[in-house]
């Protein structure tokens, strides 16, 4: 009996579905099952944790084996033991080896099928296995490895090997550290976490990179096609993208029969782009730090590659988990023919109102939001535009809203890619200029902040930086340090304009010597001529968003729209940049918010921070009986919210808060706040139809954090 997944198989009941996949286990050959499937010869190789002692226990120690299913054989067999974790293998082309890493020895192999004939094909640091390609053109088998990069768990520089020649060695990519790469067949292009959680495709060799997403667990498609995927951060959905980012679909395998809704880990193609493997279910969650059994299925695309047509289970091991799946279907035709790729041109950005901002002479710096479609311009130390920046968070209070502006309070965000290379192109421009001009949109929290509260810094190492445009009170307030300064004496921060709590406000400030302009809203709010002198003497140009350099005074609001200039702008220029961006903001649709009194009655497994990598925060789900609606409509009695239970590598009190507790919690619709897709989410609730929300109020800090 085979499992088909049809599009109503949503309403079978999940003890239907399970009966079902039990009649399928136990028909008479699991090979024919498969071969039937795939219409072909299958092998599949996979990795097997076993544990050592009682699998119950908090963290049970393990032994690792590569293991193997043939379908000519109908049978499963160990191909290599005494791994030390989870790695990927790859069978080769012609199906007779498999290619293995194994990072805690810090070697990598090539190995027969039947587990003899073991070659190592690197060791020491370089010996990372990223992914296998066979050249259509000139059939020469490479494996892509790399070395480890600067930050922890990253991969530095990207090279390919000949996997029967390992002396030949190529350079593939290293404009940026990575945390997962898997090329095309020829070698011009890869998708990867550069690093994660941003999922671009990069032009090789070592040209440029695009980034089209935030996620995880990325894969190439092995037709050449140029197709990639990923997962969300639920761990349940695969998305995958045509050639260029295009016809972007949502593939949900947490529904499939045996998954039940929880999560799993993958998916992977397979040598065959309609064909892939997926490991799960994961239940507890996969950083839980609790053993989960899960198993290895076999799954086909539709010819749209937009829903799953078919689905197999392979292994049913009792306390084993199988994970990083491969499978190899043997192939005696030309090409294969796939799913039709969109032709449609990408969507450009809906430009409202024109183009923000609106001159770009001497732009140095231009951040509008998080979101990969709009306008970011950074700058190395050569004046060239750096491929798919982005600003990195810092501390607990640093998030994106639902518009994919900062979210502040307490965090603060700042360059990450090459900023040695970004703060010498922006000291070397402002220095040449002898002029600065800062743009941003902020929405103040409240108005009882101080220190002033930074909310942009352009710094030294310590207090006081040479810029900064901050928050006392209610008042913006700016402070620049110029070759004049030390003659005029240390001054206090010029008061610029008063700021309204929750209010957005669009602000320029410009400077030239003797020279200094503020405007608010498009209008001149404050100038005098009492400051003068240049940049000469600033050391460095450290960029943060929220604090000071070393985290100190910490602004509480919302910011957006920042650009900066080296150059002076006039009137009619800051009229009309405001003007363009209040009609971005006019533009935006709607989110209803929701504020309840509720009391606590579940929650999902709390992921464990050291079980987490690559994430450093997680989302738990938890299961609230509602009490009054203070704010908006709802007429359910249960409600489900997404709470914040990781941030920067620590647990929140709320994740731990008990059970049976009434809470105030202001909420939007969780599909309503696109930002946390890609994040970590732990759902261990039992599948249920009641409405996921996201708690959108203010996070509560562990007492050790607050202040900070």
């Known amino acids: 009996m085979r499992i088909v997944v049809s599009p109503w198989a949503k309403i079978w009941s999940l003890g239907f579905l399970l009966l079902a996949w039990t009649n399928a286990v136990q028909a008479a050959d699991l090979a024919s099952q498969i071969v039937k499937l795939t219409g072909a010869r299958t092998k599949l190789a996979w990795v097997r944790s076993t544990p050592l002692g009682d699998p119950k226990e908090a963290k049970p120690k393990l032994a690792y084996s590569l293991m193997g299913f043939d379908t000519q054989a109908n049978k499963e067999h160990e191909i290599l033991s005494g791994l030390e974790g989870n790695v990927y293998p790859w069978i080769t082309h012609d199906g007779a080896r498999v290619i293995v890493p194994n ?18 094909l690197a060791q020491g640091e370089f010996s990372e296995v990223l992914c296998y390609t066979r050249d259509p053109n000139t059939q020469t088998e490479w494996v892509y490895m790399a070395n480890p990069g600067k930050t922890p768990n990253n991969l530095g520089a990207v090279y390919r090997l000949q996997l029967d020649n390992p002396t030949v060695r190529e350079l593939v990519w290293d404009k940026t550290e990575v945390k997962k790469f898997r090329a095309s067949p020829d070698g011009k292009q890869a998708v990867g976490l550069f690093p994660h959680p941003n999922v671009g495709v990069a032009a090789l060799p070592n040209v440029s990179w695009q980034q089209y997403a935030k996620g995880c667990a990325i894969d190439m498609s092995p037709d050449g096609s140029g197709r990639f995927l990923h997962m969300t951060g639920r761990h349940r959905e695969a998305v995958i993208y045509d050639q260029g980012g295009l016809n972007k679909r949502v593939v949900d395998l947490s529904q499939l029969p045996g998954i039940g809704g929880s999560e ?54 009792k306390d084993a988990k199988d994970i990083c799946a491969y499978a190899w279907i043997e192939r005696k035709t030309g090409p294969q023919a796939g799913a039709k790729q969109s032709k449609k041109p990408a969507a450009a950005p809906v430009e409202t109102g024109g183009e923000w901002p609106s001159d770009r002479k001497d732009l140095v710096f231009l951040w509008e939001t998080a979101e990969l479609q709009k306008p970011r311009l950074v700058l190395d130390r050569k004046g060239e535009a750096i491929d798919g920046y982005e600003l990195a968070q810092r501390g607990m209070g640093a998030l994106f809203d639902k ?93 610029l304009c008063p700021l309204l709590a929750g209010k957005p406000c669009h602000v320029i400030v410009s400077y030239a010597p003797g020279r200094l302009v503020c405007y608010r809203d498009g209008k001149e709010v404050e100038a005098t001529d009492k400051v003068e002198g240049d940049f000469r003497d600033w050391k460095n140009v450290h960029l943060v968003m929220g604090s000071t350099w070393d985290s100190k005074h910490p602004w509480a609001g919302t910011l957006e729209g920042i650009a900066m200039y080296a150059r002076f ?140």
């Open 403 to 495: 518009h994919y502006a900062m979210r502040l309070a307490g965090g603060s965000l700042a360059v990450a890619e090459r900023a040695d290379e970004v703060e010498e192109y922006l000291l070397a421009a402002w220095k040449k200029a002898g002029s600065l001009s800062l743009e941003a949109v902020i929405t103040p929290a409240q108005t009882r902040q101080s220190g002033p509260a930074r909310i942009v810094s352009i710094g030294a190492d310590k207090e006081p930086e040479n810029f900064y445009l901050g928050q006392e009170g209610n008042m913006l307030v700016l402070h620049v340090n110029t070759s004049a300064s030390a003659s005029q004496g240390k001054n206090a921060p010029l008061k």
């Open 569 to 708: 702008i006039g009137s009619d220029e800051a009229r009309l940049n405001y003007e363009r961006y209040r009609n971005r903001i006019k533009g935006r649709k709607a989110v209803p918010k929701l504020e309840i009194e509720a009391t606590l009655v579940e929650r999902s497994i709390v992921p464990k921070p050291e079980s987490l990598s690559p994430y450093t925060r997680a989302l738990v789900v938890s299961e609230y009986e509602v009490g009054k609606v203070l704010v908006g409509k709802y007429g359910e009695k249960k409600i489900r919210v997404a709470h914040w239970g990781v941030l920067d590598r620590t647990n929140l009190p709320l994740a731990e808060a008990p059970l049976n507790q009434s809470r105030r919690i202001v909420l939007e619709p969780f599909a309503a706040n696109p930002q946390i897709e890609s994040e970590f989410l732990s759902d261990t609730l039992p599948a249920s139809d009641v409405p996921l929300f996201y708690d959108v109020g203010p996070i509560e800090l562990p007492a050790a954090a607050k202040g900070k």
């Open 103 to 120: 990072p805690a020895k810090k070697e990598s192999y090539v190995i027969d099928w039947n587990g003899e004939n073991r070659k190592v």
């Open 264 to 317: 799993l880990w993958g998916p992977r193609w397979s040598n065959d782009v309609q064909y892939f493997v997926v490991s799960g279910p994961y239940p507890s969650g996969l950083a839980s730090g609790r053993f989960d059994p899960g198993h290895i299925h076999l799954g086909k695309f539709n010819p749209g590659l937009t829903a799953v047509a078919d689905w197999i289970q392979v292994t049913n091991k």
